[in-house]
């Protein structure tokens, strides 16, 4: 039946209820009294009735709404590098549920409060995200790369500028951009105290001789003389960066995370890098773990 007809009907029997109950009423011996009683119960209801339907339709709009500012924030993290994939499922679960159920007052509202609370959460993750990014702006000032990698703060040096190729000694170049780095860190309490990883990185190309053996040893050795070089005092001989120790450990990962591709020179050269990481502290991983629950 179409809309119309069937709002008109609702109308007509809006108007007709009433004299109904006065004809049944009356017929039936019920006083003027229990009459009006009854006609107000049916008012109540009636008003109950529009209250609800004025919230629900209230509440669609801001359920639209909070749908909205999820998607947009979702997008735009997205584009930043943070892989939310799984807080996606859930909300496109709960959107399709929502959608699939005869959606009555309750079940809206509880949608509506689980979106505003997603979109919570990625607004904090994004503001957390942006903060660091920010505190770092003067390292991308320098020709350095800083971007979300893995859902980390990643800030990389390209490897041919720290490194003469197959080497693990520091170049006089690469010093210089090391003490820059740390310079930045030193200038910033906040990230000062934070935690970081020095990430060994090479191509794909095997190692021919040489004392490390493999990519796995050469980009280890590199990582290690990166981090050395960090948080060695400025009197020691090959230090300078005087970063506190306790916060930086290194790893390498030989060619087993790319950024570009290994079949052209130009994608091998950036992915012989050495990447320092922010690690996230407890309270991160936390609230990035609480998203996909």
Same mark, same amino acid.
């Given at each position: ?83 939310? =994939? ?113 990430? =060994? ?65 130009? =994608? ?26």
């Amino acid at each position: 039946m179409h809309p119309r007809v069937l709002k008109g009907r609702r109308t007509a029997f809006a108007a007709f209820l009433p004299a109904v109950i006065a004809s049944s009423s009356l017929g039936c011996g019920y006083s003027e009294e229990e009459w009006k009683a009854q006609l107000d119960k049916y008012n109540r209801l009636q008003s109950q009735h529009q209250t609800t339907e004025g919230r629900l339709a209230e509440t669609q709009k801001e359920l639209e709404a909070a749908q909205a500012k999820v998607a947009e924030l979702t997008k735009q993290l997205e584009a930043a590098g943070v892989d939310i =994939g799984k807080l996606n499922e859930n909300l496109q679960a709960t959107s399709t549920q929502v959608s699939q159920l005869s959606s009555t007052l309750e079940e809206r509202e509880k949608a509506l409060a689980e979106f505003k609370a997603r979109a919570r959460q990625l607004e904090a993750i994004k503001a957390r995200f942006e903060t660091l990014k920010k505190k770092l702006d003067e390292l991308t000032k320098l020709g350095l790369a800083v971007n979300i990698r893995n859902n980390r703060m990643v800030i990389s040096l390209p490897g041919d500028v720290l490194f003469d190729s197959g080497r693990e000694t520091l170049k006089k170049e690469g010093k210089e951009i090391l003490l820059k780095v740390a310079t930045v860190v030193k200038n910033d309490k906040s990230l000062l105290q934070r935690d970081y990883q020095v990430a =060994g990185h090479t191509d794909n190309k095997p190692l021919v001789g040489g004392q490390f053996r493999d990519n796995w040893g050469l980009s280890l050795m590199r990582a290690r003389e990166v981090l050395v070089f960090l948080v060695s005092p400025a009197d020691v001989k090959g230090g300078g960066g005087a970063l506190p120790v306790a916060n930086w450990s290194a790893a390498g990962f030989a060619d087993t995370d790319p950024v570009a591709t290994n079949d052209t020179d130009e =994608g091998r050269q950036k992915n012989r890098r050495c990447d320092l990481i922010v690690v996230p502290s407890v309270e991160e991983m936390l609230d990035l773990r609480a998203i996909t629950q």
